[in-house]
């Protein structure tokens, strides 16, 4: 057959524009969110090169987004002092479509190994610049990259399938660095050159932005101003002294025009927790972690003495989904800021153990450098405390859940993390007095609600020495084993381990309260009530029935015994003393396959 002939798509450009911009972005206003979020990845690239390029920031103008709007025109103008573009870089970044220069960016520090400034950036998909047409006729963007000597300006217009890039002539339109665009509003959107409109959909969309935005506005102020008296009223005035020192005034309204600042700057986490509502936290916790729903608590605090860093922690509304996730959890959870200075959100238990990877929140410190890596991470001694209060604090807040007057809320808290929490036990051993009261169980006295260790020893009998459990796969086969009848008719309360790990975890526990927990399905169960004749009557009188049983069963069962544990059943399997129990090998079992 002939050879296949190679040809490349052709695409009408300004019509895959419209298409794009119409079908991505169903709310128009989001142009506004879009082109501050581009701003705001400029500054940021800007700071991190100047890490280690400390002369990009010759020019010392703040880094900060200006909006400027003209109602007149219909103009809206956004400034910035970013990184700015070459003029090759806009032929790429804005000439390219679904071209991202950011992503560009990302991947070249990540090829740099070197864990920058990273996720902070917003961009990714390169299509967000395109959406400035969803309200502009035309888009005018003169920039200043500090790469390059020169100022550029690119120039385009909605539906068109060219673009112009000139050099900037005008000494007046000179910027000293950064990016400065302009749109032209449709007629239908001119309302977006109000700066009331623009404040709204700031306060909105780009509250947390990390660079001041600061929009332009009309200003009034009242001023007291001397008004000139008419030679009449003057001359009354002569003849009374009091009145003659008292200059006669009128108030007038003074107006202007200045910037002003609508962004929260100072993160939330450098705030006083007094002064922020739980609404800010839940608000900044939706917004950095792209969550909907609220979390099920947060935690500001500050540490001071020998390390000194800053965080807000919160403990997410549901667990992440997936088997593995609880032991290899691979999260972006902590967000790491040294000043203010976003490093890193990749983590591999550096700052929190496994079993508490679930934990999400900001941690900001001054003590760190700012270029820290991974290794350094591993290997700091500040990272090493920091972990430790760190983890204590999510303690408390854990703690804090469970003291909550609302017995759901940490019903739902122990229903998405309490695997986490036996992980806990198995695993830290340090945290042991920490961990064992968040733990919940059924039992034999409470099979609709679970109970803590601590409600379990208020309601032990006064004579009780220990912690009585049984492990089961489910409420109802422990309900129903024989091993009960005998605690249930003394009214001795059992704990019911119907999660596989239960039993693992409590035997690293040990104890609780200096109150040993006890499998009562073991051979050596004591209640304490020992009756030795009667034992020895029995013995005699069943003695050979037992050797019988035994030599039936064989080598399947390792003895066949007189007991007193049993009220209503004729016989129950127990294990040995030493050996595991039916739990346990049900356990094993399941792994080996
Ligand atoms: P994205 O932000 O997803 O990368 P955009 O279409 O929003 O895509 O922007 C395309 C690219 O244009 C950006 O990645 C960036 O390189 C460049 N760019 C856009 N706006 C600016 C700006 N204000 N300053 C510097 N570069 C910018
Ligand atoms: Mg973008």
Same mark, same amino acid.
């Given at each position: ?42 500054? !940021? ?12 920031? %010759?020019?010392? &103008? ?29 032929? !790429? ?65 909605? /539906? ?91 108030? &007038? ?22 002064? &922020? ?32 860093? %800053? ?34 959100? !990749? ?14 929140? $900001? $941690? ?21 405390? @920091?972990?430790? %209060? ?18 759901? !809320? ?20 340090? /945290? ?17 609600? @679970? ?7 208020? /309601? ?77 009557? @029995? ?17 399947? $069962? ?5 007991? /007193? ?6 016989? $129950? ?10 739990? @346990? ?9």
């Amino acid at each position: 057959p002939p050879p296949a002939e190679k040809y490349e798509y052709q695409a009408e450009v300004s019509r895959l524009m419209d298409l794009i911009v119409n079908s991505l972005y169903s709310n128009k206003e989001v142009f506004l969110r879009e082109l501050i979020s581009n701003a705001s990845d400029a500054l !940021d690239k800007l700071r991190y090169l100047s890490v280690t390029q400390p002369e990009l920031l %010759r020019d010392t &103008v703040d880094l900060d987004i200006r909006i400027q709007t003209d109602k007149d025109n219909g103009t809206v103008t956004i400034i910035d002092s970013g990184i700015g573009m070459t003029r090759q870089e806009l032929i !790429d970044c804005l000439g390219t479509i679904a071209q991202s220069g950011t992503a560009k960016f990302l991947k070249a520090v990540k090829e740099s190994k070197d864990s920058g400034a990273d996720s902070n950036l917003i961009g990714q998909f390169g299509v967000g610049f395109y959406s400035a047409f969803l309200v502009s006729d035309r888009v005018v963007v003169s920039t200043k990259s500090p790469k390059s000597d020169k100022q550029y300006v690119w120039e385009g217009e909605a /539906n068109a399938s060219s673009y112009t890039i000139r050099e900037e002539t005008d000494p007046e339109k000179h910027i000293p660095r950064g990016t400065c665009l302009t749109l032209y509003l449709k007629n239908d959107d001119k309302g977006f050159a109000h700066p009331e409109r623009i404040q709204k959909l700031v306060k909105n969309y780009s509250q947390f932005v990390s660079f001041p935005i600061y929009t332009w506005h009309e200003k009034g102020f009242t001023k007291e101003v001397e008004v000139d008296d008419d030679p009449a009223e003057a001359k009354k005035d002569d003849q009374d002294e009091k009145t003659e020192k008292k200059k006669r005034t009128k108030t &007038v309204v003074e107006r202007y025009w200045d910037w002003e600042l609508i962004n929260e700057t100072q993160p939330i986490w450098l705030r006083n927790p007094k002064e &922020v509502t739980t609404e800010e936290y839940n608000e900044f916790y939706k917004k950095t972690f792209n969550e909907f729903l609220d979390p099920l608590a947060s935690s500001h605090f500050t540490t001071e003495g020998e390390v000194e860093f %800053r965080s807000i922690l919160y403990v997410p509304a549901v667990a992440p989904m997936g088997k593995d996730e609880i032991l290899n959890p691979k999260t972006k959870n902590i967000r790491l800021y040294v000043k203010r200075v976003f490093i890193s959100d !990749d983590f591999d238990g550096e700052l929190f153990p496994r079993y508490l990877s679930f934990i999400k929140g $900001v $941690v900001d410190s001054n003590d760190l450098p700012l270029n820290v890596s991974r290794e350094i991470l591993q290997e700091s001694r500040i990272v090493r405390i @920091m972990r430790k %209060r760190l983890v204590r604090k999510a303690f408390d807040m854990i703690l804090g859940i469970s003291l909550s007057e609302n017995r759901e !809320d940490y019903e739902k808290f122990w229903e998405n993390y309490g695997k986490y929490l036996k992980l806990g036990c198995i695993e830290d051993p340090e /945290n042991h007095k920490r961990l064992a009261p968040l733990l919940r169980f059924f039992s034999s006295q409470s099979e609709d609600e @679970m109970i803590s260790l601590d409600e379990y020893v208020e /309601n032990m009998k006064p004579e009780q020495k220990d912690i009585y459990f049984i492990a089961a796969d489910s409420v109802n086969s422990a309900k129903n084993t024989p091993f009960l009848e005998r605690l249930i008719e003394k009214d001795l309360e059992v704990l019911y381990f119907i999660d596989p790990i239960d039993e693992v975890a409590i035997q690293r526990l040990q104890s609780y309260k200096e109150k040993n927990f006890v499998d009562i399905s073991r051979e050596d169960l004591d209640l304490g009530d020992k009756n030795e004749e009667k034992e020895k009557v @029995m013995k005699q009188e069943f003695g050979q029935t037992c050797d019988w049983i035994k030599k039936r069963l064989g080598n399947k $069962v390792a003895s066949v015994q007189i007991s /007193n544990r049993l009220s209503s059943s004729p016989c $129950v399997l127990v294990s040995g003393k030493f050996g595991w129990s039916a739990n @346990m090998e049900r356990l094993m079992k399941a792994q080996s396959v």
